[in-house]
Every structure is written in C-alpha cells, then in structure tokens.
C-alpha cells in the first residue's frame, strides 16, 4: 500500500527512500537495504525482491466463482496450438517446407483435400506422433470436414493463388505457359533460372524463387509440366471425347452420385430409426415379405421424408438388376448375424415358442432384455454379438424385444403354446432320459444300439469313433420319434463330457507318470509335462470356460473375440458347436470299452489277432464262425484276463441283436487303432495293415486324450 501507491508493480529508488525515511529509517540503513534488495541492478524493487526479508505474505482473496468452462476452453485452444505449432515444425523438419510436406506425404491423391480419416493416415504413414484429433480441430476452424492447404500455410497458398490469377489473366492453359514462357527450348525441363527469368520477363510482382520452391517437390531443382499442375490451372483438351468416352464418362458420374447417395441413406436411416434393419422392418418392408421393388422403395422414401435422387439410390442398391431389393443389399453385415442366428435356432428348436421360453423369457415376463439376450446366445453357444443381434430385433428401440418380433426367423410360432412352454421347462438331464428311452424302445435293445443305428452313418467297424455334428444330432433326435428339449439334451451331453474329461486327463497323467518313471530322463520330463498339464485341466478346465451353463463349448470365449464379417450360410456357427460321439450318450459303455481295449493291445495287436484266439480258444476252426455271449465272456477272460463288464463289450459288438458276433463285428473295437489311425488310412487306401504291423505303435492313453479333446 505504501511503497506500490501506482500499483506498477516496481517500486523505484526515490519512492522507496521517500516511504522508508518516511518510517523514522535513517537514510544510511535505507541505501544499503535498497541495494540489497535490488540484485539485480535495476534501480528499483518488486515484491518478490521484498520477500528476501522473510516478512508474511496477505493471503490471497479466493476467487469466489471459477468459471470452469471458460477454463476448459483456454486448455484446449492452448493444447490446439501447442500440437499445430509441433506439426508445422515436423513438416519442415523432415520435408523442408509445409508445401513439399502437403505434396509428398499428406496428400497422395492430389485432390487438394483431406478428411478425418485420410488425414490420420497420412500423419502416420508420414511418422507425426501427436495428437491427431486436437490436430484436426485446431486445423478444422470451419467445421467443413476437410483440410486443405490453406490451413497448414496460409502464405503459400495466397502466393499459389494470386500466381495462377496472374498467368490466367494473359494464358488459357497451364500448356500455353509451359510451351511458350517456361520451356521454350523444348526440353521437357525448366530449371531454377530459366523460372525467374521468365517470371521477371512477365514482370511478375511476387517472388518467383519461392513459388519455384513451391513447385519444385521433389528438390531437383528443375520442374516439368506435371509439377507445375500443383499450380491449378485449367490443362489443355487434345481431342474431343468419343460417344463410348462420353458414355463411360457418364456411367462413372452416375456410379459416383449413386454411391453417395446410398451412403447419404444409410446415413439417414440409422440417425433416424438406430440402425438399418430397424428402418427396414418399420418402414421400408412393414409387410415383411423380405422384397421391396422400385415404386414401394420410393414410396417409403417419401413417407420417412427422404430427400435426394431415388433412381440413383435405386441403382447403388439392385446392382443384380433383378427389379427389387432385400435387406442384404441395404445391410450385408447384419444379413450375416440374422442368418447365423437362424441356424441355430433351427438346429436346436421346432418352433418360436420353445425358444423363447427355454432361453429368451425364462422368467416368463413376456420381454426379453439386452441381458437376457446375452445369457441365452451364450447358452446356444451364437459365436456372434449378442448385444449387436438385439439391436437389429429390437423394432421400435425400447430396450427389449418380444416373441412377435422373432418373425424375422424361419420358425413358426407353435399351434400349442401351452405344450412347447413345458418342452421349454425341461431339464438337461429329463431330457438326457428321454432320449434314452427313445433309443431303447425304437432300437429294441439297449442304448448303445439306438446311437449306432440311428445316428453313426459311417462304416460299422468305425462306429466307436464317429461323432455327430450339433445339426445332424438334432435331425436324426427328430427322426427317431425324440420330441423333448434338444438344446437342453445338448448341453447336458457337452457338459457331462466336460466332467469326465478332467478326469480321464487324471488318470492318464497318472499312468503316463508311472511309466516313465521306469523309463530314461526324458521320459521322466514328459511324464512331469503331463501331469502339469492335468492338473491345469483340472484348475480351469471346459467347466471353467463354460461359465456354469451359460455356454456350450469351452472355446466360445476365444471365438467371440475374433470379429467373424466372412458368410457362410451358418457353416462356422455349426462347427463351433461341437459333436458328440458314444461317450457322450454312454460314457459308462465308453469306459468300459476303452478299458477292454487297452487290456486287449498289451497282448494282440489287432481285432483280427484276438478274434482268431478266441475262436481257437473255443475250439472253432472256421474263421467266419460266430460266438455267443458266454462263449466270448470265457474266451475273454482267458485271453487277456478281463475282468469287468463282458456283457456291455458284447451287447455292443452286437448290431443285429442274433445273440452272437461274428469276426466283422468283432472289429467294432479297433484295437491296436486310433481315430488319426483311421483317417490317415481312409486318406490312403492302397496301405494295408494295421498300425502295429506297419511298425507304428498305438498309445491307448493318446487315443483316450484325442477322444477328450
């Protein structure tokens, strides 16, 4: 208040005695204060030159309102000049002006623009590291959605226009001045000189050095006709275009405005209804035939308000020429989820009721949530987005669909709702026991006798190892008489298979353990190796990635992560399924099987070797001689000491049900034969004998993990 009395902020040497003397100092003790104070020689003192004598500060008044706003603001114009100023140092850095850095990395098409997204390409094929989208926005001032040079070098392109409004006031074409000013020797060239002599002779005012700096891209210091169209002059016509150039020249004009408007359309629909199927089933198709022909398309335009040429909209969408459009020329992309998801639902489901109870409307609300979509894609196993699949059923955006909007699909709704909604109920284990009494009632026998007559299509000696694809499971449940829940069934089929499959891999490790524990060092390190990995089997195994019941195979979520765009009418979406074999529908069969086997191969080592002890075990010397069940059970026993169920390895030998096997149907066990066995010899049919006799040796524990996997 004293010493600053102006408020400049300085207090000068006779202010500051004046006010000092003032307070009773003497005058000696004030010139050796002052020039303490004032350090640096300036004949006057600030207040942080006063803070060297240790005196408190008034603390400052807080600023009742912050305008954060404003503050906000201030930020990002700082930030936008920060990152343009960067920008135009880099340019010149690695290009040497703004103008060489425009012509050689930024703008490649040479049409003189730029937009978001080739803007951000350029400044990365160019190595321009910053922030691209502050960068645009500070460049962008207008908001027109391109950049052209005027925005990177103001003063070049002033120079660049009042050049070419010069030469156009005394030449037509840029062809005129290159023959008649610029290469007059006729040399293909102009160099540096021969372009400031000719600018000076047309007494151009401006500086021709830099505009021939401008023109000069490549730094050759010499220019040719094409450089010199960055200029922007009008080139000269040599001929007249022909009747078939101006055709094709209207046919590409035609194409052109036809694919901007079908982008102005989409464009159109999505910010108006959400997304493009939505628009389609309200507006464009409400009848739902799926077609729509040229005077019901522009219809449908004028109703929703649709400005622009419909003709031209019209071709960019019949490119087949057939005289009507459906959703996949609007949309292919969502045409892909829809399909895909159909096909599941077919497999899986006869009518629209029984999907929409047992995985849509569980808790039987009538609606069907994003969540619950979610649930239930996953729970079919749909290798798609859910959520995005939602969005297209969702006609009228509210969040939530309903059955009726599902009419989009192949399936119907059921005649007998009341019916499909108990199907819908059913457990997977209800659903496990009907089919198995199926099986038993329409084969006749036991159950391993329906799976090889009505499902396993292949030869019979390789029914052990035939597994069925999710889609010819469910068709061949239907064609046995099955009318139970088929997903239901499915999923109890995997999921059992998930359970047995951690230990298995158990005792297999344990196995693999044991014996190579007796054998070198190497096999000690694989043995060790096994058991590893069983033990991650069993820490987070198919259950694991399954999420409880949420999902049918262990690999949905890898799959899910890959953005699938491909089509293939639901092909992928029916092998990410899955199969299903024997040991899904009789493990307990399987297992015993497989225990038969692994005892049989430690003796003989083919199907054939045993059959033919055992007939001579039984004193039968016809080969194509049969056994009956007690006859084999005792020949078993003897043969490789079995000791468990030689009723079920029988029962399951015996396809025709005659109450003995013969040595063909013997050969339903493969032993000594693994699944990649078979199908390097089905691949190669002219190599004969088994595996063994070839000098190849069968691991039963190998087939045992093929058949888990």
């Known amino acids: 208040m004293h010493l600053d009395a102006d408020g400049s902020g300085r207090v000068p040497y006779e202010d500051f005695m004046s006010v000092m003397t003032g307070f009773g100092f003497r005058k000696q003790k004030c010139e050796e204060l002052f020039k303490v104070l004032d350090y640096g020689k300036e004949m006057d003192v600030s207040m942080e030159e006063l803070s060297l004598l240790g005196l408190r500060r008034r603390p400052a008044l807080a600023d009742p309102v912050i305008n954060h706003r404003l503050l906000s603001i201030q930020k990002d114009a700082e930030a936008r000049q920060k990152v343009q100023k960067d920008f135009h140092g880099y340019l010149v850095r690695n290009f040497g002006s703004v103008v060489r850095a425009w012509r050689q990395g930024l703008d490649s098409d040479g049409d003189g623009k730029l937009r978001f997204n080739e803007f951000c390409n350029s400044c990365k094929h160019i190595g321009f590291r910053g922030k691209l989208k502050t960068l645009w926005e500070a460049l962008d001032t207008g908001r027109t959605g391109f950049v052209s040079l005027g925005q990177l070098d103001r003063e070049a392109e002033i120079l660049l226009d009042e050049f070419r409004s010069f030469l156009e006031e005394n030449y037509r074409t840029l062809e ?23 600018c000076r002779r047309l007494r151009y005012p401006g500086n021709p050095l830099r505009i021939f700096k401008y023109l000069d891209v490549n730094g050759r210091r010499d220019l040719t006709l094409n450089d010199c169209e960055f200029i922007g002059m009008r ?64 219809q449908a335009c004028r109703q929703m308000g649709f400005q622009g040429n419909l003709k031209a909209l019209w071709l960019s969408l019949d490119t087949d020429d057939t005289g009507d459009i459906s959703l996949e020329e609007l949309d292919p992309e969502a045409v892909g989820h829809l399909e895909d998801f159909d096909r599941l639902i077919s497999i899986f489901f006869n009518d629209l009721d029984t999907l929409w109870f047992s995985v849509l409307d569980t808790d039987g609300s009538g609606r069907c949530t994003l969540e619950e979509f979610i649930v239930g894609c996953r729970v079919m196993g749909y290798m798609r987005s859910g959520s995005q699949l939602h969005k297209y059923l969702d006609t009228w955006g509210l969040g939530v669909i309903t059955i009726s909007e599902l009419n989009v699909f192949s399936l119907k709704r059921s005649e007998q709702p009341d019916k499909a909604k108990l199907t819908a109920k059913a457990s997977g284990e209800a659903s496990k026991m009907e089919l198995e009494y199926v099986l038993k009632v329409s084969s006749g026998a036991g159950l391993v006798h329906g799976w090889r007559k009505f499902f396993c299509v292949g030869p019979r000696e390789g029914h052990i190892f035939e597994e069925v694809s999710a889609e010819d499971f469910c068709n061949r449940c239907r064609k046995c008489g099955y009318k139970g829940n088929l997903l239901a069934l499915w999923t109890e089929l995997r999921l059992a298979d998930a359970d047995g499959e951690s230990q298995d891999r158990v005792e297999s490790g344990r ?21 590893r990995k069983s033990r991650t089997s069993m820490s987070g195994g198919p259950r694991a990635s399954m999420a409880g019941r949420a999902s049918v195979t262990p690999r949905m979520s890898i799959l899910q992560a890959i953005h699938l765009l491909a089509r293939d009418g639901g092909e992928r979406q029916v092998k990410f399924l899955g199969s299903v074999g024997l040991k899904h529908i009789h493990p307990d069969m399987q297992k015993e099987l497989s225990h038969f086997r692994r005892m049989a191969v430690a003796k003989f080592t083919s199907s054939l070797d045993l059959w033919s002890y055992l007939l001579k075990d039984m004193h039968k010397k016809d080969k194509i001689a ?5 006859e084999f059970s005792q020949a078993v026993r003897r043969a490789i000491g079995y000791a468990g169920n030689c009723d079920l390895v029988f029962e399951a030998c015996d396809i025709e049900q005659q109450h003995s096997i013969s040595g063909q149907e013997f050969e339903f066990m493969q032993i000594g034969k693994t699944k990649k066995s078979i199908k390097s010899s089905e691949q190669m049919p002219s190599r004969h004998g088994s595996p063994t006799e070839e000098g190849e040796e069968w691991n039963q524990d190998e087939d045992e993990d093929e058949d888990a996997e």
């Open 511 to 531: 196995r693999k353990s044991a014996a190579g524990s007796r054998g070198t060092r190497g096999g000690t390190r694989s043995s060790m190796a096994q058991q």
């Open 176 to 198: 005129d001045v290159w023959e008649r000013i610029l290469d007059t020797d006729k040399s293909g060239k102009c160099t540096e000189l021969e372009f400031i002599t000719a």
């Open 235 to 298: 080139r000269r016509i040599d001929s007249c275009p022909t009747a078939k150039q101006k055709i094709a020249e209207r046919q590409a004009k035609d194409r052109a405005e036809a694919e901007a408007m079908l982008g102005r359309f989409k464009v159109f629909l999505s910010q108006r209804y959400g997304n493009l199927v939505r628009a389609w089933r309200r507006e464009l198709d409400p009848d739902g035939d799926g077609r729509l022909q040229f005077t019901e398309f522009c």
């Open 626 to 630: 049969r056994l009956r069940k007690a």
